[in-house]
T-cell receptor
Framework: GDSVTQMEGPVTLSEEAFLTINCTYT??????LFWYVQYPGEGLQLLLK?????DKGSNKGFEATYRKETTSFHLEKGSVQVSDSAVYFC????????????FGTGTQLKVEL | SQTIHQWPATLVQPVGSPLSLECTVE??????LYWYRQAAGRGLQLLFY??????ISSEVPQNLSASRPQDRQFILSSKKLLLSDSGFYLC??????????FGPGTRLTVL
């Protein structure tokens, strides 16, 4: 079946540091890939997406590139802020069957001054 | 624009009591609807999804059930809550079938 693997957290960084959160996937079809962010006590918000190989999703300074050859969709940001502290989820969906999302377990990011 | 509502925001219930959580979507027609549960410190588990009125697919056997009485209304229910039902319940919708949009969630504590 489909699956998403994310790096274990928590990840603790100083403000303005470079961020990478690794995400790899296994899928039977041609998935669309997503990063969602969850701030404390809230629901999930879509951060960015990519629907085909070599697409780069970007939003709010975050980027991720759909790498079919390595089945990866790593999240990056050049300079994190304290306000980026949240849990980040990588997810995929394959067309059909209700278009269900398969999530990774989430990576908590803590950014300190 | 589309919005999704969930209520209540928080709920504390005794073991063995019934449950009803409601989710409604505005600004779209015939959305796919989803119920997820997030246990403390863990990822999201898909519980149910629906592609139309009265069409419910269950992903995980459990003592919960879901219903979709109207196009944009999705209800999560239980006749008797268990301690293990505690968690953060999230409703989501999708239109084109790719990205899903999530509600604010309901935090359920079963004592």
């Amino acid at each position: 079946g489909d699956s998403v693997t994310q790096m274990e957290g928590p990840v603790t960084l100083s403000e303005e540091a470079f961020l990478t959160i690794n995400c790899t996937y296994t899928a039977t079809g041609y998935p669309s890939l997503f990063w969602y962010v969850q701030y404390p006590g809230e629901g999930l918000q879509l951060l960015l997406k990519a629907t085909k190989a070599d697409d780069k999703g970007s939003n709010k300074g975050f980027e991720a590139t759909y790498r079919k050859e390595t089945t990866s969709f790593h999240l990056e940001k050049g300079s994190v802020q304290v306000s980026d502290s949240a849990v980040y989820f990588c997810a995929l969906t394959v067309t059909g069957g209700g278009n269900k999302l398969t999530f990774g377990t989430g990576t908590q990011l803590k950014v300190e001054l | 624009s589309q919005t999704i509502h969930q209520w209540p925001a928080t709920l504390v219930q005794p073991v063995g009591s019934p449950l009803s959580l409601e989710c409604t979507v505005e600004g779209t027609s015939n959305p796919n609807l989803y119920w997820y549960r997030q246990a403390a410190g863990r990822g999201l588990q898909l519980l149910f999804y629906s592609v139309g009125i009265g069409q419910i697919s269950s992903e995980v056997p459990q003592n919960l059930s879901a219903s979709r009485p109207q196009d944009r209304q999705f209800i999560l229910s239980s006749k008797k809550l268990l301690l293990s039902d505690s968690g953060f319940y999230l409703c989501a919708w999708s239109a084109t079938g790719f990205e899903q949009f999530f509600g604010p969630g309901t935090r359920l504590t079963v004592l």
